[in-house]
DNA sequence: AGTTTCGGCGCC
DNA sequence: AAAGGGCGCCGAAACT
């Protein structure tokens, strides 16, 4: 069951197939079938299939009803070992990968396209160049090789194995869809906004707080417009920077009440409402496009309807087949959790080692028994607070917790001067651009930015006024996006294997993966299966920490819910 | 007229 | 009281 073989689509529509030895070379000629689902139909014996892209065969496969239990994809593993090797912004493609090999012309990558509503138009990658399988394989073989020669090259094997596992889970969550009543979101949105006027503008609701906020300042206010907003608190004796709710709420003026409100509203009426619904839901499901590691620090994406930014009371429209359930399941707090794994904090360790409430117990030594301060504290460590009150709370998490605090301050002091940073299992943080500008900035001399390559560098339009300062805040964000980096992208490693297992755990089932959301997996399953699968995601949680982090006495704790309603899960 | 950036806010 | 990480999406504003 160790069998690999490498597979290419072929030109001509069949398929190109071939048995892979240790090294990753072919052990017998090339094959040239007529089609490509029943050469892997025909194979279960396979245990792994090594092809370019799985965007571009596993939607084919899954459309002809055809599964595979794992794969292995060069063009993603090429850009987690470029990465690696400090090379971020080489071109990707396995083209370029092949071209890099023998020394010839490297192509830059095809550019990328966006999700249109509806379509599932960029899974296929028409754009891709093709590479012939005697090609490909040369370059997998390579790949094997850069392996070897990782910081932690069994991590690193690892990790490309665990992303290849989400992509494949990524595609078959594209093809299943989260179920969706558009009766139920219709219902929601008329609560909400109340009716429509016909003409396609503002429903009522939000007509009538504009007309509120109109009054309360004495003339016509828009209150979409900030620039309106801003405009009108000035003549009204306020001055304000911006018209964001934080700054808003503080305010005392009658305006603010039907203000926020109105924000609030239209912002679900804008990226949740009646167009949307129109755009993305087709036959009870919504189909966002995942892409797992769309991300620098390895988190997915959707392209394409807002997938992983489903407000609160939307989720009232995420209802389960009829005789199904709904098994959501949530990882509790696994930043602090991952933060212990990967730093080996003793104390931190030991308080992730309990399943129960994290923020609890760090707050019961750390923090007087408050909290919602530990809570701040631990995501100001993880995120990087400068000021407030996150300071002195960070001090106190420094005398508990040293080892952790350590490990992310380390990281962003690595990402302030500019060296490379990475998750548990490998995945490297991008060079900051302009790292060398910073460092001369800092010295005092101004510096150009990049020029625009079309004005032939004659003008100085890319030339950034030299303020002092400057240059230092830029490092600073650099080092809070490495700090976030290694908890943020070592808690995404530790997701891919948890979405491996519970998929592999799964398998057996009628339920399926139908979403996921960075610590958080949705299974859709017979109402009789649901107990089986949040048995399955607790063992799978518990799997993945050990084989992610190896020894550790950290928890990986999920609190699951058995519902109808995804909005009844908490 | 078409494209890019900005402001604001949804999720984690 | 004040504001830190990662994203996507929308309309409006600011551009070419």
């Known amino acids: 069951m160790t069998d690999r073989w490498a597979l290419a689509p072929a030109e001509d529509g069949g398929v190109e197939i071939a048995p892979l030895g240790p090294d990753g070379l072919p052990t017998g000629p090339v094959r040239r079938e007529a089609d490509l689902g029943e050469a892997v139909r025909g194979r279960p014996e396979v245990a792994r299939w090594v092809w370019r892209s799985t965007a571009e065969v596993y939607p084919r496969l899954l459309a002809t009803g055809v599964r595979v239990e794992r794969c292995y994809d060069i063009e993603d593993a090429e850009t987690l070992l470029l990465g690696h090797e400090g090379r971020y912004g080489e071109p990707r493609s396995a083209a370029a990968a092949l071209a890099r090999l023998r020394g010839g012309p490297v192509p830059p990558d095809p550019p990328q396209r966006a999700a249109e509503p509806g379509s599932q138009s960029s899974l296929f990658e028409p754009q891709a160049v093709h590479v012939p399988l005697a090609d490909l394989v040369e370059v997998y073989a390579d790949q094997q090789r850069r392996h070897d020669r990782a910081a932690h090259p069994e ?36 609560e909400l906004l109340g009716e429509r006027y016909a003409g396609g503008g503002e429903p009522r609701r939000l007509a009538e707080l ?85 991300t620098v620090t390895g988190r997915w994406v959707t ?120 998750t548990w299992l490998g995945r490297t943080c991008p060079p900051a ?94 109402e009789e299966e649901a107990e089986a699968v949040v048995t399955a995601i607790r063992e799978a949680a518990e799997l993945a920490g050990r084989l992610t982090f190896g020894q550790t006495p950290v928890r990986f704790p999920f609190t699951t819910a058995v519902v109808e309603c995804y909005a009844d899960a908490k």
């Open 155 to 190: 991590r690193m094997r690892l990790l490309t194995a665990a992303e290849s596992a989400g992509m494949l889970v990524a595609a078959e969550m594209n093809r299943a869809g989260l179920p969706w009543s558009a009766e139920v979101h219709r219902r929601v949105l008329h």
């Open 210 to 294: 504009a007309d509120e906020v109109s009054a309360a300042f004495g003339r016509r206010v828009r209150p979409d417009l900030p620039a309106d907003v801003i405009k009108a608190f000035a003549q009204a004796g306020i001055k304000i920077r911006s018209t964001r709710r934080w700054e808003i709420e503080s305010l005392d003026h009658p305006a603010v009440k039907p203000l926020v409100e109105y924000k609030k509203l239209y912002r679900i009426w804008v990226a949740h409402g009646w167009s949307w619904l129109q755009d993305w839901v087709r036959e009870g499901r919504f189909r966002p496009e995942f892409l797992a590691g769309g």
């Open 303 to 422: 392209n394409g309807g807002g997938g992983l930014q489903i407000p609160k009371v939307i989720r009232r429209a995420v209802v389960a087949d009829p005789g199904w359930r709904l098994v959501v399941a949530d990882a509790d707090q696994m930043e602090p959790r991952v933060l212990a794994a990967i730093s080996r904090d003793p104390g931190l360790m030991e308080v992730a080692g309990r399943e129960s409430d994290l923020y609890q117990s760090v707050s019961d030594r750390a923090f007087s028994g408050d909290r919602a301060q530990a809570k701040l504290a631990v995501l100001g460590a993880v995120y990087g607070q400068t000021s407030g009150d996150g300071l002195k709370n960070l001090a106190a998490l420094r005398r508990r917790f040293p080892k952790a605090v350590a490990y992310v301050d380390e990281a962003a002091r690595a990402g302030e001067e500019g060296r490379l940073v990475r």
């Open 433 to 526: 651009a302009g790292a060398a500008d910073d460092a001369a900035e800092e010295a005092g001399i101004p510096v150009l930015e990049a020029e625009d390559e079309t004005t032939g560098g004659s003008g100085a339009q890319g030339a950034r006024e030299w303020v002092p300062g400057y240059a230092s805040s830029d490092a600073r964000a650099r080092g809070r996006f490495a700090r976030n980096f290694v908890v943020q992208g070592s808690a995404a490693d530790w997701a891919l294997l948890l979405l491996a297992a519970l998929r592999q755990a799964c398998s057996g089932m009628a339920a399926e993966l139908v979403f996921f959301q960075h610590d958080e997996v949705i299974v859709h399953c017979p």
